[in-house]
């Protein structure tokens, strides 16, 4: 749909109650905007309401952040946390890889065709095999190899936080990235960072999920898109998705298989994030996927 | 969710301006009841907008016709097609069938437990054969022969088309009928026959689609579930699916998996249709289906 | 595809070298019967080679016991665990179940219209409930409650045990018979006893696990088909599939979902296994499919 | 599985009769060479009989061809249609692309890995935009544009037919080329040209496929990869596959989705060509995919 010049996302939640959406949907028709997608949804464990608004705003005068500032007081009345995005605005992606190019690949094609949009600043790699292919798109390379002892863990893993801060990324994609990152760098990009893992999850956390399936004997192996927290494979799942195997499938076979389910796993929850389409309540994703 | 004692449902399609949903949702904040379930999409083709809303209504004092004539002045300042349903009464759904008993059953067996919300006044055949089965269920039963000479054919669709009537239906569904429905007939009851077609339509509309299907080669089949009209197989769909199939699988194999997509696609469309989540427009369907 | 009127499946593996399917298929050649499936396999790791024939054997004089005399000189030769079965003399499997009454109904209307090729002794239960049902299908129904005091369930089960034995059964299916099955039973019919488990196994085994599938917080939810070890849902798969769930899914609604999944992983299951097409190597399957 | 370094791949098909499996098993057990795959397959409209058998070869003096020859004597007695390839030998695969790259990028991306097996001796397209990418994976790209009048078209085709019989392909991919071949180019490379439509084919086949589907409101969309013969788009399927949509997905959302399903369909088509999987009958495929 052609949304116009200017359009703004309302991401919000508070505690359900009667009138919120009249009153949110009355702010946008006085300001004359009108809505292009909208998501609500209701917890019914604890009866936390969220909700998303885009909005085609090109009869508002003034840019996103004055339209929340417009909205503050409705906000501060449902004590709602609430974020309006210029939903035009390319977030910036720093991506994350070492040596499996499938998921940087597939990602940096699409972005090239504009499928996924978005800014790349830049790749960070603990290798230096995938330099060619990210500098053919134009991308700056970085490479900061993580050494095996601790004090060199530590060190590469303080450089790389330098180098991520200096990227000043909206979210940062690990796109098979073999390394845990430190729980200061997840808790400083909480929500930021995606990661994918290949298995279904909470199936074959950790090292080497297709011998842990093989070995398991399922018929069924796939790939988890989450966010990274502290405790390794458990953060909130933003997508999944599963490809059948066979008895006779070697681990090879596997991780072929699996390619394809890792790339499209990543790249739809990656899309869904990039247009805040998804929301984190505790350990679960709000998942508002049209 | 528990929506409380009475619930209501509003669906409308008006031409897309901005304030529909903040008129509609002031309205709805105004009369105290509150949206346990939202959907609006506007078709960018034509600009037509179409919105459904499940509220809770239990602060409401009156019925869903008192709460429509209320509405009223909002609808008709937008124009809108609009009805308002209360969602806990049970439509009358008639089933008609031949002799396949896999969809009859599977939506029998679904009633019975809960989960195909809606009352069965009578199930019509042109055969005697799956009386047994219907009756245990305690649904009565209507053995309405369907000669193939012309004029036994014309005698058979005015008496089930009587009885029919007589039983009242909001919606009829062909669970497997084997019989083409005269136009007429389908007039009557525009958009509340829904057929479950036995391939992925368009391909292999009409008869025998599993062994067209084999003729051709392909390498998946499927089941459609759509809303009757004059032209045959030709209705806005509701629901589809597929399945894969081998070379070496026999008709007979096919017409077994075919009972599985069969069952789950009608079951889906009919449970879609129930909850007033189909709205046609055209020869499509917007389907709310969350 | 008609095989005649005499049908012999062969199994058996053996360690894998040159010769043993130019034996094995020149042995039916000399025998006058002709292969109507043929499937094999090599397990890379330790070398063991799998294999299954079905043959048309109207040519041979004599029933399978004599077939397999005349055949055992080949298998010793090889060292083969080696089988021959009347593949059209139907199995006898009795069915255990609780209260959930969807696999059962599932399985028996399957049974009736013959795409699940068995005979079915008598269903066993620990509640009166599905009497009804099972009776309608002209099947003995065996109430067997299992108390929860300890020397209660001890009795039950040598109840239960016994009735079993006494039905003969060639393969016991638990049809979500939700108790445990004490491992001498499971010893004693070793690999022929069926399981449906309500997830995506390993993920959440034991109790309840659609809702801790819904507080993981994943995206699809699955039944796994396997045999059972002593070891709780821990035997080897033979089929498992998935459905895509939603954020806003009730767990009632995951419940809903998953009764169409744990149907058709089970009735798929069991019709492998009815077919000799589920060989236990280890912990795994070696699953013949087609 | 490690194969050795010499393997051969017999695919042939015979009237069905007692004795083919034995004296080609047999024959392979004199040779000393070990069966790593077999798939064998009876048709049971016309009995006639097709079989693919993959073998380790070490202890066997001699190439291919010297295997061929030895089993004529049991060709010629079976009257079969048969060949035998050496299945360590790459093919050459010729690549036939117009503007969009998706398939073309999926392609050269799991060819550099080693995902398809083969040799690529050059891509020919008839526009220039996707040189760089081409030429990037080190691969010759040549142009040669077609125009629209009839006598140019002909030259055109004329100039293309040249350049494909120069690089002397075993396989020509369509991977997405605008074009239709001439008959006689189709002719000349019978079953060897495989395309990749995107469509579920029979439904939406020629131009436009995507606003076909969304015209028709189905819920799935798909591709399908088949054998080019000079009817469009109506020859032998070898692979097809789909994806749910929504109605609120326009066309541009539509072609997005559509892009995994074609590169998916297209790359597993092509391996099973490659492994010499598929067996054309009639206007059918015989998929031993396993």
Same mark, same amino acid.
């Given at each position: 749909?052609?949304l116009?010049?200017k359009?703004?996302c309302?991401?919000?939640d508070?505690?359900?109650?009667?009138?919120?959406?009249?009153?949110?949907t009355g702010?946008?028709?006085?300001?004359?905007?009108?809505?292009?997608?909208?998501?609500?949804?209701?917890?019914?464990?604890?009866?936390?309401?969220?909700?998303?608004?885009?909005?085609?705003?090109?009869?508002f005068?003034?840019? &996103?952040?004055?339209?929340?500032q417009?909205?503050?007081?409705?906000a501060a009345?449902?004590?709602m946390?609430?974020?309006?995005?210029d939903a035009?605005?390319?977030?910036?992606?720093?991506?994350m890889?070492?040596? +499996?190019? &499938?998921?940087?690949?597939?990602?940096? +094609?699409?972005?090239?065709?504009?499928?996924?949009?978005?800014?790349?600043?830049g790749?960070?790699?603990?290798?230096?095999?995938l330099r060619?292919?990210?500098?053919?798109?134009?991308?700056?390379?970085? +490479?900061?190899?993580?050494?095996?002892?601790?004090?060199?863990?530590?060190?590469?893993?303080?450089?790389?936080?330098e180098?991520?801060?200096?990227?000043?990324?909206d979210?940062?994609?690990?796109?098979?990235?073999? *390394?845990?990152?430190?729980?200061?760098?997840?808790?400083?990009y909480?929500?930021?960072?995606?990661?994918?893992?290949?298995?279904?999850?909470?199936?074959?956390?950790?090292a080497?999920?297709?011998?842990?399936? *093989?070995d398991?004997?399922?018929?069924?192996?796939?790939?988890?898109? $989450?966010?990274?927290?502290a405790?390794?494979?458990?953060?909130?799942?933003?997508?999944?998705?599963?490809?059948?195997? $066979?008895?006779?499938?070697?681990?090879?076979? /596997?991780?072929?298989?699996?390619?394809?389910?890792?790339? /499209?796993?990543?790249?739809?929850g990656l899309?869904?994030?990039?247009e805040?389409?998804? /929301?984190?309540?505790?350990?679960?994703?709000?998942?508002?996927?049209?």
């Amino acid at each position: 749909m052609d949304l116009g010049h200017k359009q703004f996302c309302l991401i919000s939640d508070c505690e359900d109650r009667v009138g919120i959406v009249a009153r949110t949907t009355g702010f946008f028709a006085e300001q004359g905007v009108s809505i292009a997608q909208a998501n609500q949804y209701v917890e019914s464990d604890d009866g936390r309401f969220f909700m998303r608004y885009l909005v085609s705003a090109d009869a508002f005068v003034g840019d &996103h952040t004055d339209f929340a500032q417009k909205f503050e007081p409705i906000a501060a009345e449902f004590q709602m946390n609430c974020r309006v995005v210029d939903a035009t605005r390319l977030q910036r992606v720093v991506v994350m890889v070492s040596k +499996h190019d &499938h998921c940087l690949a597939h990602l940096l +094609h699409r972005w090239k065709g504009g499928d996924i949009r978005c800014d790349i600043p830049g790749v960070i790699s603990n290798h230096e095999s995938l330099r060619d292919l990210v500098e053919w798109y134009g991308i700056p390379f970085h +490479h900061v190899p993580v050494p095996s002892d601790e004090a060199g863990r530590k060190a590469a893993f303080e450089k790389t936080a330098e180098l991520i801060d200096e990227l000043t990324p909206d979210t940062i994609v690990l796109a098979r990235y073999m *390394q845990i990152l430190p729980p200061w760098l997840c808790e400083r990009y909480r929500h930021q960072v995606i990661n994918i893992h290949h298995s279904f999850l909470p199936s074959f956390a950790g090292a080497k999920p297709y011998s842990q399936a *093989q070995d398991r004997g399922v018929k069924l192996i796939g790939a988890t898109c $989450h966010y990274v927290t502290a405790e390794l494979d458990a953060g909130p799942i933003i997508e999944q998705d599963v490809v059948r195997i $066979h008895h006779s499938d070697s681990i090879a076979d /596997l991780k072929r298989y699996g390619k394809d389910v890792e790339n /499209l796993v990543l790249a739809r929850g990656l899309r869904y994030h990039l247009e805040n389409r998804v /929301l984190v309540h505790g350990n679960k994703t709000i998942l508002f996927d049209r």
